[in-house]
């Protein structure tokens, strides 16, 4: 169902996040995951997903989570936990879509598979990588991109907190080349959010005007509204609650998870009638406070809150049914 919502330059972001489970000590394959938003290891389980998004727009389409542990018997690796989710969705997606994948996803035995397949990419990396430049040098991604002439100007609003942030960027590009492969990628260079300039590897032919980069820049971009449909899904079906022992079950139970959030987060708003409820449930949902900033927190609240104050109707009462005795006649 969500495949028919991905369009050629639809986002399609591929994602590792995790279930934090620092209490338990008996649920099957616990493993020791990475938090990347505090940097601390805790026990849990991994999450892979992929959620798809338009540049230019508000849906979110989320199409693939899979939980998975590295102490697990079918267990490969990271990168192979990745590809098989890139697999999964290309299957019904046939090439529509734009993959951004964040740090990491420059790695070789990823980014090559990917290039490989043919997939249109748009990759944060981390600066570490050796790449080919002009005349056949050698150079560390890091390197090229303080030498990057930044020859376009932006600006962006960016909302957290309720507040409004202005941030005056400054963009670039330069042609580069992978070791041993013949296509060009250009190398975006992103200058004014964060610390440190952010380096955009893809795939994508694009011109080296202003126009074009800053598309490649968006693409990126719209990988911060989709983080929140990690925070989103993970908060408000409260993943890390679950209290399942047994590690297939945990699996099956995320996959029932992420259809509940295709329900709240898509399926709503494709007719007229449902459109009308969704729009009913965010009025209903306001709290003193307003509504949150994230419409889909909204639902899955009105949602939980009317499901809790209903309750299954009970059994129906068995039928009378005859009863066949048997009666033993004994003969002395």
């Not at 409004?164 to 041993?180: D, F, H, M, N």
């Not at 490649?216 to 993970?234: A, D, G, N, P």
């Not at 329900?263 to 509504?291: D, V, Y």
Request: glycine letters at 6%.
């Amino acid at each position: 169902m969500g495949s028919q919502r991905v369009e050629r330059n639809t986002v399609l972001a591929l994602d590792l996040s995790d279930i934090r489970k620092e209490y338990a000590r008996k649920m099957e394959n616990l493993d020791m995951v990475h938090d990347g938003s505090t940097g601390q290891v805790h026990e849990g389980y991994w999450l892979c997903d992929v959620t798809a998004a338009p540049v230019n727009g508000s849906e979110i389409v989320p199409l693939y989570q899979k939980l998975y542990s590295a102490r697990a018997a079918d267990f490969s690796s990271e990168n192979a936990e990745l590809l098989e989710a890139v697999d999964a969705v290309r299957t019904y997606t046939e090439q529509q879509g734009l993959w951004a994948i964040d740090r990491g996803g420059d790695r070789r035995k990823l980014l090559e598979p990917l290039l490989k397949r043919q997939q249109r990419l748009v990759i944060r990396s981390v600066g570490k990588r050796f790449v080919t430049h002009r005349r056949n040098r050698s150079r560390a991604v890091a390197k090229l991109a303080s030498r990057c002439r930044l020859r376009h100007q932006a600006r962006i609003v960016k909302i957290e907190n309720g507040r409004e942030t202005i941030q005056e960027i400054r963009y670039g590009a330069e042609p580069i080349r992978l070791p041993g492969r013949e296509e060009k990628l250009p190398l975006v260079v992103v200058v004014g959010w964060g610390d440190e300039p952010r380096m955009l590897l893809t795939n994508v032919e694009v011109a080296r005007d202003s126009q074009s980069l800053w598309w490649i820049v968006q693409i990126y971009l719209t990988r911060w509204k989709i983080e929140e449909t990690f925070r989103y899904v993970k908060q408000s079906y409260r993943l890390e609650h679950i209290r399942v022992m047994k590690y297939q079950r945990l699996k099956n139970l995320v996959v029932l998870v992420t259809a509940a959030a295709y329900f709240a987060a898509t399926f709503l708003g494709q007719k007229p009638k449902l459109r009308i409820l969704c729009e009913k449930l965010l009025i209903l949902s306001q709290r003193f406070f307003g509504i949150p900033p994230f419409r889909y927190y909204a639902l899955a609240d009105l949602i939980r809150k009317i499901l809790s104050q209903t309750s299954p109707s009970p059994p129906p009462l068995p039928t009378d049914t005859l009863q066949l005795e048997l009666s033993l006649g004994w003969q002395t």
